[in-house]
């Protein structure tokens, strides 16, 4: 059986916090409608999802907005509220990160979109080694849990499934990774996430 040589970690809630909820409410106060109502439009055709997947761009999200809930601010202003999606590092994750560089590869999968990938590797500078890879879902036209997202960030880091291990908060995507014949695991917090890898043999 291969030897396993990268680790790809998820990136919101998992390595970096996520301020969904602040987004949200910025959001709101340009807009004519509420938090929920926000949240379920964000799953419509044309909205969160799809900039996700590089269906749409910024841009048209933008458009999307101003169409279905009224926004009134700018494309800057949007922008702007959409670069403040992150809370800084989770406890415990930075020095695990290191310690897993003694022995292997990393990559970071993130569900995201071009001011995300625009943000992240400058605002979390510190977080990242010259030598990690950094996968984007918007670039690929595809997202996690999607199979092929996870064939695509293989094909990337030039790894056969066996030789990965896959790291995410949610699930699903987690189950996704698996599906292709990735080590997975769920994450809850470093702490236990070193407990995990330890009982697999893998710290």
């Not at 995201?112 to 996968?135: C, G, M, W, Y």
């Not at 960030?153 to 790894?159: S, W």
Request: aromatic share 12%; charged share 30%.
């Amino acid at each position: 059986m291969p030897e396993i040589t990268w680790f790809i970690f998820d990136l919101g809630n998992t390595v970096i916090k996520l301020a969904y909820e602040r987004v949200l409410e910025n959001i709101c106060k340009r807009a004519t409608i509420t938090r929920d109502e926000l949240v379920e439009l964000f799953e419509a055709p044309g909205a969160y999802r799809d900039l996700e997947r590089g269906a749409v761009s910024f841009a048209d999200f933008h458009a999307f907005l101003r169409d279905k809930a009224d926004y009134r601010g700018t494309l800057q202003n949007l922008q702007e509220t959409w670069s403040d999606f992150f809370d800084g590092t989770l406890p415990g994750m930075e020095d695990l990160l290191d310690r897993l560089r003694q022995k292997y590869r990393l990559a970071f999968l993130s569900n995201s979109n071009e001011v995300h990938a625009d943000v992240i590797p400058r605002k979390f500078a510190t977080i990242f080694d010259q030598d990690d890879r950094l996968i984007f879902s918007h670039r690929f036209k595809c997202a996690k849990p999607d199979l092929e997202m996870f064939q695509r960030a293989l094909e990337v880091i030039g790894a056969l499934p066996q030789q990965a291990v896959f790291v995410d908060d949610l699930l699903e995507n987690v189950l996704a990774a698996r599906t292709v014949g990735i080590t997975a695991f769920q994450f809850r917090d470093a702490f236990q996430l070193e407990r995990d890898l330890k009982s697999a043999g893998l710290l």
